[in-house]
């Protein structure tokens, strides 16, 4: 009895299931067709923005490295002038010497941003991925116990990458060095 009935349902009902389902089926298609394009568009902006920022940083890179270069040649120039100086004044020759040779103070030239905010746009995040650049030292830390055993696993890149997302570019591990990538913001700012 409950076969018939189950029969007899599914002969009711299934035509109007698959008419359903085709006509949904119908609709995502098309859906999918209209979008397409626009999911697109969306791509390559978002692919812009990764690369106006990234060209960002790297003017910011190569402006900071002028800097520094100036400053050092700026201390440079200071000591050879300070060693002169001392020349001039009758200081021995051993302590002329050291003035010369002294490494120089640090200095601390920052480039300033060379980007303005733009309202409703968000900068894209920095990914942190961890490189293996020298397996072999990579191994001997692990071995001296200097990095954890988890890397054994053919370098864990995941498990790195872990650890180059949470230390940044504090993360030090002979044989490893962090990249920076830039990737796309997820949600635009809040104006």
């Known amino acids: 009895m409950c076969r018939i009935a189950i029969a007899y349902l599914e002969a009711e009902y299934d035509p109007v299931v698959q008419k359903a389902h085709q006509a949904h089926r119908a609709a995502c298609e098309l859906r999918a067709k209209k979008l397409q394009p626009?999911?697109?568009g969306a791509n390559i902006y978002k692919l812009i923005g990764v690369e106006w920022w990234a060209r960002q940083a790297s003017i910011r890179a190569a402006e900071q490295a002028r800097l520094?270069?100036?400053?050092?040649?700026?201390?440079?120039?200071?000591?050879?002038?300070?060693?002169?100086?001392?020349?001039?004044?009758?200081a021995p020759p051993e302590a002329v010497q050291a003035i010369r040779d002294a490494p120089p103070p640090p200095v601390y030239a920052v480039a300033p941003p060379n980007t303005q905010?733009?309202?409703?746009?968000?900068?894209?995040?920095?990914?942190?991925?961890?490189r293996v650049d020298s397996p072999l030292k990579l191994v001997c830390a692990i071995a001296e116990g200097r990095a954890p055993i988890e890397l054994v696993k053919a370098f864990d890149l995941v498990f790195l990458n872990r650890m180059a997302e949470s230390m940044k570019e504090l993360m030090s591990l002979p044989g490893v060095s962090v990249h920076v990538e830039y990737a796309a913001a997820a949600a635009p700012l809040k104006g």
């Open 117 to 130: 905010a733009v309202a409703g746009v968000r900068p894209p995040r920095k990914v942190y991925r961890a």
């Open 38 to 40: 626009w999911q697109q």
């Open 68 to 90: 520094d270069a100036e400053a050092k040649r700026l201390a440079d120039a200071q000591a050879e002038a300070d060693a002169q100086a001392a020349e001039q004044a009758g």
